[in-house]
């Protein structure tokens, strides 16, 4: 069974604009991580933020943790065309790792 | 450092065949995942190894499909026989640890079409 659920499933924006993607989640966790997939090819990772940090950045990735709403954010500032990829929260229950069904970016040049 | 491989990057077979996919994870990697990716949806676990030893295998359809990871490096799949919902796209992937902070490598997958 999936733990994390994404929305929204589908966002498309511009070149240069930014991008929020949620994530919710049922039970406490280790850490959440964020992965991005292209088509056709396997996940990425992109970041990793601790149960007890509440926000992390890097370069144009910005992600916040409030676990007291089992709720993550992932915001992609200054969006590119190579943005453009599907996005998964993945939670670490311990041994045990749970993706979502993911976000779907387009970022139209 | 090369990623994890994985072969065939696409198969196509009948229903009740039998099919066989390959990983070779990241020299070192101590854990190895097996997911399945259906059409729309996220990876979901079917198996871990940690090692050669199974950690995880609660999501497994055991009454067809296997997995070994014959001295704790190399891994197959298999299906047997296939259904036609277990088209999907098999990832692999490979992290140094497991438990906490276990980021994970992933393979370019091996899509499956069961017709």
């Known amino acids: 069974s999936q733990q994390g659920e994404e929305d929204p499933q589908a966002l498309s924006i511009q070149e240069g604009e930014n991008a929020t993607m949620n994530c919710s989640y049922k039970?406490?966790?280790?850490?959440l991580q964020w992965y991005r997939q292209n088509s056709g090819r396997g996940l990425v990772h992109l970041i990793l933020?601790?149960?007890?940090?509440r926000e992390k950045h890097s370069g144009r990735l910005r992600v916040t943790l409030d676990t007291s709403k089992k709720s993550s954010s992932l915001l992609i500032t200054a969006s590119r065309a190579a943005d453009t990829a599907s996005y998964f929260c993945?939670?670490?229950?311990?041994?045990?790792?749970?993706f979502g069904a993911g976000t779907r970016l387009t970022v139209k040049p | 450092e090369a990623g994890v491989a994985q072969s065939p990057r696409y198969k196509i077979i009948e229903k009740r065949q039998s099919v066989a996919f390959w990983c070779n994870p990241i020299s070192g990697h101590a854990t190895l995942y097996w997911y399945q990716q259906i059409l729309g949806q996220g990876p979901k676990l079917l198996i871990q190894f940690q090692n050669n030893g199974v950690v995880d295998d609660s999501q497994l359809p055991k009454d067809r499909f296997s997995a070994e990871r014959l001295k704790g490096v190399d891994s197959t799949l298999k299906i047997q026989p296939a259904k036609l919902e277990d088209s999907a796209v098999y990832l692999c992937?490979?992290?140094?640890?497991?438990?906490?902070?276990?980021?994970?490598?992933f393979g370019a997958g091996t899509r499956l079409s069961v017709l």
């Open positions: 992937a490979s992290s140094l640890l497991a438990g906490a902070k276990n980021i994970q490598y």
């Open positions: 933020i601790r149960s007890n940090e």
């Open positions: 993945a939670t670490d229950l311990g041994n045990d790792m749970r």
């Open positions: 039970t406490s966790i280790n850490n």
